[in-house]
């Protein structure tokens, strides 16, 4: 055959039929497998999800609960050394969840700069076990240096006499529910607002205030 005619009888169907593959043969076990696993894995996320959340409406947790009861600054009127005294109460309002506390350490501010520094009020890490309120105190905390407490007295001597600092505690903070216990420390920072009046004591807006707390 010439090879003008064995090129015309190459129609465009024929060499479309050299090059067709059959298609791949259906596994219909395969699929049905895989619908199976995700519905499986499905099926227990969802699982999971409710019993978190039942968990959750059922403990309810809630934050330790930083407050004043007590402060003052003896020597305001005098002039001379200023020194710090006071307590905190430190809430655990949950049910179910136990704080471990690691140790305290205590500062003031005063007009933005630390007028105590890293203080120690613990000795020991803290246990509080659930809907109990543990008293945090501190004593004989000297304001530093001695024109700070210059300073001090001045504002007390004049206008209406108070006198504001800020109480800063930090430590770290880990919880515990039931038998489960979290082993990882996080870091704790507490901020309290405080006020005296001219004779060095707390004033009574201050009293029980709630203080700002930050962790997690």
Known sequence: MPPEAAASSSTPRSVAGRFRRPLPVE?????????LLCSAFLT???VALVII??????????????HVTSFTAAGVS??????????LSIRNPNRDIAYFFDRFYLSVEYRGTDVAKDRPLTAAPTYQPPKT?????????????????QDIA?????????????VRVRSRIRARLAFWGNRHWHPLNVRCEVAVG?????????LQKRCSIDFF
């Open 27 to 35: 596994r219909p076990h395969l699929t049905r497998c895989t619908k």
């Open 44 to 46: 227990l996320l969802l």
């Open 53 to 66: 959340f039942v968990v959750y409406l059922a403990v309810r947790p809630h934050r330790p609960r930083f």
């Open 78 to 87: 005098s002039g001379g050394p200023v020194v710090l005294s006071g307590q």
């Open 133 to 149: 309120t543990t008293p945090l105190p501190f004593e004989g905390v000297e304001v530093s240096p001695a024109s700070a407490g």
């Open 154 to 166: 001045k504002d007390a001597a004049e206008g209406d006499g108070r006198v504001e600092m800020t």
């Open 198 to 206: 001219p004779d060095g004591q707390l004033l009574a807006e201050y």
